[in-house]
């Protein structure tokens, strides 16, 4: 399965993004996937992931309540919404699927800037 991140960009503090994780080379519903990011001097972290059928979702509590994930099966692709953005979520968004409990393919990461 090949990923491939896009939706970025700079914003302002505020503001709304929504970023996409198109997968292609196989059969996308298998997988878990999840969103990760790592802003400058950080490590990668966790931001989001939902399941593959159920669509049962996860959420970091530093996004809870700002950002949503959601998925489109027919489409191959995970979306995230991401509102009340803060500079602090400024990073490399990168998606992820999940194969039991592995992520075991990903995407090229998206830049997200968000100024204050």
């Known amino acids: 399965v090949q990923l491939q991140a896009s939706g970025g960009g700079l914003v302002q503090a505020g503001d709304s993004l929504r970023l996409s994780c198109a997968a292609s080379?196989?059969?996308?519903?298998?997988?878990?996937v999840g969103w990760f990011r790592q802003g400058p001097g950080k490590e990668r972290e966790f931001v989001a992931l939902?399941?593959?059928?159920?669509?049962?979702?996860y959420y970091s509590d530093s996004v809870k309540g700002r950002f949503t994930i959601s998925r489109d099966n027919a489409k191959n692709t995970v979306y995230l919404q991401m509102n009340s953005l803060k500079p602090e979520d400024t990073a490399v968004y990168s998606c992820?699927?999940?194969?039991?409990?592995?992520?075991?393919?990903w995407g090229q990461g998206t830049q997200v800037t968000v100024s204050s």
């Open positions: 992820a699927a999940k194969l039991y409990d592995t992520y075991a393919y």
């Open positions: 939902i399941s593959r059928s159920e669509g049962i979702t």
């Open positions: 080379g196989g059969t996308f519903s298998y997988y878990d």
